[in-house]
């Protein structure tokens, strides 16, 4: 009843960086401009029935039909933007 069979697909992380086209930067009055984005736990595509399979979880019925997640809460989805202007 504890213990289930989870497939898992996790999208961790994506980082992308690009540098602004020297036109660009000199409309901006510097040298050399960059922007990069970056984002973390973007995706989770999962057979578990918790809310996510990475934190500690216990089912309340023999048959692990109702199962309640302890712990830590699953992790938010976060984005950065970074702009970065300079020599």
Request: no cysteine.
């Amino acid at each position: 009843g504890l213990i289930q069979t989870v497939n898992t697909f996790r999208f961790q992380s994506l980082s992308v960086n690009y540098t602004l086209p020297q036109q660009a930067a000199s409309w901006l009055k510097v040298p050399r401009a960059s922007v990069a984005l970056q984002g973390s736990n973007l995706g989770l595509h999962t057979n578990y029935r918790g809310k996510d399979p990475n934190v500690n979880a216990f089912s309340t019925v023999s048959g692990g039909d109702e199962t309640i997640d302890l712990g830590q809460v699953p992790m938010p989805r976060t984005w950065s933007l970074k702009l970065t202007l300079g020599n």
